[in-house]
């Protein structure tokens, strides 16, 4: 650096009492810099051996295709309704899936399962049916165009189940604001029957 110190080329102008050099950049810097201009654009085309693997679109869909296989789209294989109607007279899967309610379906369905946005789930008028293969599949399904999420997606399988069960259990329960019944009554009567 000081040895470069005599060749520093100063500009003719001058503004305030200040002056200015106009030397060139290092070597090394510039090599730097058109370098990786270079190797960006190698980069962008996917060439092949620039970066790691075969190129980024290829490393890219490899990725993809590994998370795929470890961690498979959750597939609603349908309940297991024995399990379902045992578990809905079960105090400890109810208290789990009234805990699961609680915390993910309350805000749209009430505490209570007398509806707000979502409809009312204490009577025996169901939108897409009120069996319990029917509930399970709307709520691992969801009905995403009318805003009911897919809790299949996530929820664990067992919270699924355990929040069908609960909302079996809620059948013919008297909520304390019920919304009107929506959706078609279904042929059997509510276990309270009426
Ligand atoms: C963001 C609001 C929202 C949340 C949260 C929500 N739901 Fe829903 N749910 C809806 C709406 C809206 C419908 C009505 C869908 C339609 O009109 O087709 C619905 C419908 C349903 C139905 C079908 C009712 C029928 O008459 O067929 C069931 C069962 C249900 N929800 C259960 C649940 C459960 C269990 C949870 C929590 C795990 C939950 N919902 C969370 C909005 C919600």
Known sequence: MSASHDEDRLLQHEYDGIQEYDNPMPRWWLYI????????????????????????????????AAAAAEFPQPVNTGPDVAALL???????????????FAAYCSACHAADGGGVIGPNLTDNSWIHGGSPEAIYTTVHDGVLDKGMPAWGQSLKPDEVS??????ISLQGTTPAAPKAAEGIAATDPPPSGS
């Open 33 to 64: 810099f058109w370098g990786s201009i270079v190797w960006a654009a190698l980069f962008w085309f996917n060439v092949p051996g620039i970066g790691v693997g075969e190129g980024r679109i290829a490393d890219y869909d490899a990725s993809v």
């Open 162 to 167: 355990a929040v069908v069960a609960y909302v």
């Open 86 to 100: 045992a578990m809905s007279t079960d105090p400890a899967a109810l208290a789990t899936g009234k805990t699961v």
